[in-house]
């Protein structure tokens, strides 16, 4: 399914490379700068992170499931209109695996940015999670559950209505410029199926309590969302602050099963979230900051309300070159045209 949708969304961002024209009105040139003369090389830190909140909505009752995830250290480039990026784990220390213990998290992310809208393709798979020990005795116990295994794979994207007074791609990839403060309202939509099992039980409660009707051992839902808001990003002189917030319902088929116990559907809808925010400097060499990005899933069936959030932040600082000799060419030079 992954390759797919990959190779159907680098066609349509590369389609789209051939036909957009880069002479943009008189309104899009005053509040937006292209690079199209350029290319771009900058290091790169960045880390995700997947994890999950189960509460009973009887007694209020919440456990945060955390996975003890690194960061991943790389460089990115930005030529030809396509921008990429390769990282590399950061190794953690003993110590941290001592208190928290060790998750083994892979991953496969491609990230697509057109005139207006964005595409995120993703496949997470973590194994081993840990959650605190609620107790002013032992503030810093941890109880570590390597049993537990995540899977989440889908797509995301968001479009952007008014291209011709706000960026997305000044904010979180650099290859334009929001030179006047501007925003516009946004669509995002996700679909994805997300799975966990475990060995034992999976609760609300800590582990020296007794058994409770919010304990299940599996649990698989698949996710249709669309959800509305805004965006906006302030600009000051060459620095700039871009915020964005999309609220919208979820359609959700749920699959999960008690201990000794048959399994079972329900349908439900739920609630989705996109949360995004950027801020730093981009001038016309010099560019820099960071990026926050929070999508979050609230399941409910019978007395469990289930939490996912899938978190990514990155740090970047980059330089930007004049093009010379091939390096002028574009994608769009690549594909074959047919001679009439």
């Known amino acids: 399914m992954i390759r797919y949708l990959f190779a159907l969304l680098l066609f349509l961002c590369v389609t789209e490379a051939a036909v957009c024209q880069h002479a943009s009105d008189s309104t899009k040139s005053k509040y937006i700068e292209q690079f199209s003369d350029k290319f771009f090389i900058w290091p790169v830190i960045r880390k995700r992170s997947l994890s999950f909140d189960v509460t009973n909505q009887n007694t209020k009752q919440t456990i945060n499931y955390k996975p003890n995830s690194s960061f991943s250290l790389g460089v990115g480039i930005y030529l030809f209109e396509v921008a990429a990026e390769i990282t590399f784990a950061i190794p953690i220390d003993e110590k941290s695996q001592s208190t928290y213990g060790n998750t083994d998290a892979r991953e496969f992310h491609a990230n697509f940015l057109g005139n207006g809208w964005g595409v995120d393709v993703f496949r997470q798979k973590y194994s081993g999670f840990y959650f605190p020990v609620r107790s002013p005795s032992a503030p810093d116990v941890f109880v570590k559950r390597p049993d537990i295994e995540l899977t989440n794979t889908g797509v995301n994207g968001i479009y952007v209505f008014d291209k011709k007074r706000f960026s997305l791609k000044s904010a979180y990839n650099y ?102 925010v950027a801020l730093g400097y981009n001038s016309d060499r010099f560019f820099g900051g960071m990026s926050l990005v929070t999508q979050s899933r609230n399941i409910r069936f019978e007395n469990i309300k289930f939490a996912n959030t899938n978190t990514f932040v990155k740090l970047m600082l980059g330089y930007r070159f004049n093009e010379v000799g091939i390096l002028k060419k574009r994608a769009k030079d690549y594909i074959p045209r047919n001679n009439p």
Do not use: C
């Open 175 to 276: 290859s334009e410029r929001q030179i006047k403060s501007g925003g516009s309202l946004i669509m995002a939509g996700n679909l994805n199926t997300f799975r966990l099992n475990a060995d034992s039980v999976i609760s609300s409660k800590q582990s020296s309590q007794p058994a409770s009707t919010s304990d299940f051992q599996l649990m698989r839902y698949t996710t249709l969302s669309m959800a509305g808001g805004y965006t906006y990003t302030l600009v000051y002189r060459s620095f700039f602050l871009n915020g964005a917030l999309s609220i919208g319902p979820a359609h959700n088929w749920i699959l999960y099963n008690r201990p000794g116990e048959k399994e079972h559907y329900d349908i439900a809808i739920n609630t989705y979230s996109d949360a995004r």
